[in-house]
């Protein structure tokens, strides 16, 4: 045992393997053009087909088959800050992080069978647009807009391009801050390019080819890492004793970078501080959370409501639910092979070496994903990939194995190509989604008469700038790291998820809800959040062995550091739940006639709604339920827009054969009953998707269950 920096070793914080990494070579970089021009070439052919209106934008017309929808769900959620955040709490803390990732599958039957419902019959483009025709008013709308477009830059967006940046400067062997920006600019221009390329539909297809990319690289990935420490029991076996050589004790004179005992377990001691994560917040806050981000966010609720029927939607979040199995295989495992196979930088457990490894004091263990595809695979340099092992196992410990993988020169180009893949999606996604916001529910608001076409326009536009904001972000990002960045993800999410989360619950199953109290609620919520944001990271712990004591006063410790942040998010939530439901019955409620297929027990009311903006005489353009009427040749006064402005952005009028005939004019009547019918399913394919989704439910059960 040693103290703070003293070295057991000879091994210094650069293990002499790794500097025969040479980068990547030709093939590799042939790999990586050959993806990037298959992938643009599928949004393009997808831009070709894309109606020129708002609803072929943003909703894709309404047209997308199971398929490519459940692949979009999953590639939307798995980004490349999955990538890093996974496999790097994998390698810090064993399988814990996997509970993330199986707690989604039941999610997203809900979303599939009851939230999905109503947004369907509610006939709405934005999640905001939502609680605009559920509670009127304009305040709740905008304010949820304007949250959900900051939450995206400054969370979504700003971890995936740290995630990115991390993986992208290790694997081009390009530590300098000139090659970080240039790899980042064309990652976002390239992401931008799909979006205002061809909108949703050219989004969910890219999503699609990235989605099989993605699953089949890692897999690749997963099978070399458990070979390499001799297979999944020698994994469980080692993972305790993968620790760095030279480790700094903290104040009581424990060392630093010690594995969890509980690492083989999902569910973990709710007792502060004994665990990282406690099973009371994995059931329950974890829930809270994931029914915002899966049933409520823009991103996610976006891809089912471009299904062409519910049929197709449910069938979508059932493929998304199988596919959220892997990642424990495919991320979690390969993190924990990593600390066993690389533990002097892995496992870093000394401020000073951790900073000099990946730049940061408090550990090392988001490059675990990245130090495998470096390593591991081979790449066109014909670098042997296990001569880095090979050189720590001598003075460290048998790994079980040293023989050569086949030298298959582009493998490591193939999983750049994955990371780009997962980064893209992620981004694509975020920017359709932010361009819809933007456009639905704030230019709306300004520009009542804008016609698809300026909608259009516009929408791409912000594409634009949101890109602009991300890049001047870039160095806060890079100074925003912690040793566990999916950590940090869902920490955020605690703080300001909760109250959005119980606001749609009961809007949706409570009908006495009211705007009053919905907004109320929020605000109060969100207050409480902010406050718990600020201490959380006013009162930063120091690195273990830094031999600085801890900055928090005795209340913080006792509000803050012994409430972990997903008992925080079933306590935000209680809050807000209490104060909706006060203010609401303290308030006149809605009247029954303006709630029709607003609510779950009135999805299929096939009477007429009352705009409750009408109602309360606001002054607003009405929701139009039927977007097959949302056309550029609407019989409103068309933007004096620069011809030039349309041919850039695609947003031309859409060619009208001379023997079509227009649009029948529908009445109100027609219109609520075809919204109602569009609920119904064809009883063979809904007994199909409920027998799969009872099947998922089961073996997520019985996954949880082995691994409690």
Request: hydrophobic letters at 45%; glycine letters at 8%.
């Amino acid at each position: 045992m040693s103290e703070t920096g003293t070295a057991t070793s000879t091994e210094g914080p650069e293990p002499e393997g790794a500097s025969k990494y040479q980068g990547l070579g030709w093939p590799d970089l042939v790999v990586i053009l050959l993806y990037f021009g298959f992938v643009i070439g599928v949004g393009i052919w997808s831009s070709r087909r894309t109606k020129g209106s708002a609803s072929g934008y943003f909703l894709a017309s309404r047209s997308m088959h199971w398929l490519p929808v459940g692949a979009s769900l999953f590639a939307s959620n798995i980004g490349s800050g999955h990538f890093i955040g996974l496999a790097g709490s994998g390698a810090a803390s064993g399988i814990g992080v996997g509970g993330f990732e199986l707690s989604a599958i039941y999610v997203l039957m809900l979303l599939g069978w009851v939230f999905v419902p109503v947004y369907m019959s509610s006939g709405v483009f934005t999640m905001p647009e939502y609680l605009r025709e559920r509670f009127g008013g304009q305040r709740i709308r905008v304010y949820l807009s304007f949250l959900a477009l900051m939450l995206y830059v400054f969370t979504k967006i700003s971890a995936d391009l740290y995630a990115g940046a991390l993986f992208i400067q290790l694997a081009l062997n390009r530590l300098t801050s000139e090659w970080l920006y240039l790899s980042i600019l064309i990652l976002l221009g390239v992401a931008a390019l799909f979006t205002i390329a061809g909108g949703l539909s050219a989004v969910i297809w890219t999503d699609f080819v990235q989605t099989v990319l993605m699953i089949v690289g890692s897999f690749v990935l997963m099978v070399m890492s458990l070979n390499a420490v001799g297979g999944y029991q020698q994994l469980v076996d080692k993972f305790p004793y993968a620790t760095a050589t030279v480790r700094a004790k903290d104040l009581a004179g424990e060392e630093c970078g010690a594995p969890p005992s509980d690492y083989m377990h999902l569910l973990r001691s709710p007792e502060p501080g004994v665990s990282d994560l406690p099973w009371t917040g994995m059931v329950f806050g974890l829930t809270i959370n994931s029914i915002w981000y899966w049933c409520t966010d823009q991103v996610i609720v976006q891809r089912t409501l471009a299904s062409k029927n519910m049929i197709h939607a449910k069938g979508g979040c059932i493929l998304a639910a199988w596919l959220k199995f892997l990642p424990l295989w495919l991320l979690v495992f390969p993190g924990m092979a990593a600390r066993i196979l690389f533990p002097e930088r892995v496992a870093c457990a000394d401020p000073v070496l951790c900073t000099e490894i990946c730049g940061s004091e408090k550990g090392c263990s988001n490059i675990a994903y990245a130090e495998l595809v470096i390593q591991l695979l081979p790449t066109g340099q014909h670098v042997s990939p296990f001569s880095y092992i090979d050189d720590m196992s001598n003075s460290r410990r048998v790994l079980g194995t040293t023989s050569h993988a086949p030298d298959i020169t582009g493998m490591a180009g193939m999983m750049l190509a994955v990371m780009l893949a997962a980064l893209m999606s992620s981004l694509t996604s975020i920017f359709n989604s932010a361009s819809t916001i933007f456009t639905i529910d704030v230019w709306s608001k300004f520009r009542k008469r804008a016609s698809d076409t300026e909608k259009i326009i516009v929408g791409r536009c912000f594409v634009i700038v949101l890109v602009i904001i991300s890049i001047i972000w870039i160095p806060v990002i890079q100074n925003s790291g912690s040793s566990q960045l999916f950590e940090y993800i869902q920490s955020i999410s605690s703080f300001l998820a909760p109250p959005i989360c119980a606001v749609y619950l009961l809007a949706i199953f409570w009908e006495r809800t009211n705007e009053p109290g919905a907004f109320y609620g929020l605000m109060v919520g969100l207050v409480i959040g902010l406050i718990r944001f600020g201490v959380e990271f006013s009162y930063l712990l120091p690195a273990c062995g830094t031999g600085q004591p801890d900055p928090r006063p005795a209340a913080v410790k006792m509000l803050v550091g012994n409430v972990h942040y997903l008992h925080f998010s079933c306590f935000l939530w209680l809050i807000t739940i209490a104060v909706t439901v006060s203010v609401s019955l303290l308030s006149p409620p809605i009247p029954q006639h303006c709630l029709y297929r607003l609510t779950w027990s009135s999805r299929k009311d096939v009477r007429v709604r009352c705009s409750i903006a009408k109602y309360n005489r606001e002054e607003t353009t009405p929701l139009r339920e039927n977007y097959n009427d949302l056309s550029v040749q609407d019989p409103v006064e068309e933007s004096p827009l620069p011809n030039i402005l349309k041919k850039l952005c695609c947003a031309g009028q859409a060619p009208q054969s001379s023997d079509e005939a227009p649009a029948p004019v529908l009445t109100e009547e027609v219109k609520a009953k075809e919204a109602a019918e569009f609920l119904n399913e064809e009883p063979f394919w809904k007994e199909v998707v409920n027998v799969n989704a009872v099947i998922c439910l089961v073996l997520s059960t019985f996954v949880i269950a082995f691994y409690a």
